[in-house]
């Protein structure tokens, strides 16, 4: 960790998750301490249900986790307009056509999910190990859900950054399109910005990334909504 980042630390709201929060900062590298610790700007806190990622402070917003299964991921799936949304065209989802693709900028996993939804093989790379934990436990969860399990089972989660992930790949394994979202907005229309943005921009703050370098003529599509 660098010294702009915020302090991080893990924690378990109960013994039974005691294990998996002491594994989960040792592979993070973070300090281990009670879920009640407020001496952290982040805290990573293993619930009964969930990995959750919670902001210390009075005025913290509520926790950002991912959930596949219910919420927003289930309304998407269902009423999302599916094939002709902007983020299906975006990728060159057309009848008969179905790219694998691979989310170079996985985040919370809502694009790679809705693509996955509508029948793309997706490897998401996430170069944040926080963000990359919050993602690996939400696909666990997701696995026990009978309709959710099928769209997931197309989810594969690659940590580190995207570009050497992608070079390491033999190109017969490359992806037909490689699709980007590198940064959330900095402001909303509305005032209110959402709570999952405020915590994750303070958690990674400005990212740079230049699509031009990762074009490959001929054999690969990198597309993305900005
Ligand atoms: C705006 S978010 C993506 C949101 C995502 N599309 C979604 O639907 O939730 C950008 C994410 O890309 C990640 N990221 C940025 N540059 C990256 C890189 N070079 N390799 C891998 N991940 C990267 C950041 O850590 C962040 O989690």
Redesign the pocket.
Request: proline fraction near 4%.
């Given at each position: 960790m660098t010294s702009n980042q915020p302090s991080i630390a893990v924690a378990a709201s109960s013994p039974d998750q005691d294990v998996y929060a002491a594994r989960l900062a040792e592979t993070l590298g973070c300090p281990l301490c009670s879920d009640e610790d407020e001496s952290h700007a982040l805290l990573l806190v293993k619930t009964d249900q969930r990995l959750e990622l919670r902001e210390s402070g009075k005025k913290a917003p509520g926790p950002v986790y991912i959930d596949f299964v219910s919420g927003k991921s289930a309304h998407r799936r269902r009423f999302g307009g599916g094939r002709g949304q902007p983020l299906a065209r975006a990728i060159g989802l057309k009848q008969g056509r179905t790219p694998s693709v691979l989310?170079?900028?996985?985040?919370?996993?809502?694009?790679?999910f809705v693509l996955a939804s509508l029948g793309c093989e997706v490897r998401m790379?996430?170069?944040?190990p926080v963000?990359a934990a919050l993602l690996e436990d939400a696909l666990l969860r997701a696995q026990d859900d009978p309709e959710v399990f099928i769209i997931v089972s197309r989810m594969k989660l690659l940590r580190g950054?995207?570009?050497e992930q992608l070079l390491a790949l033999p190109q017969e394994a490359w992806p037909d399109v490689v699709y980007m979202?590198?940064?959330?907005p900095h402001r909303e229309k509305s005032a209110l910005v959402k709570k999952e943005m405020r915590t994750f921009r303070h958690w990674?703050g400005m990212?740079k990334?230049v699509p031009n370098c990762w074009k490959r003529p001929g054999r690969l599509h990198v597309t993305g909504l900005w």
């Open positions: 989310d170079a900028t996985a985040g919370l996993g809502r694009d790679a790379v996430e170069r944040s963000i950054d995207a570009k979202d590198p940064m959330y990674w990212m990334i």
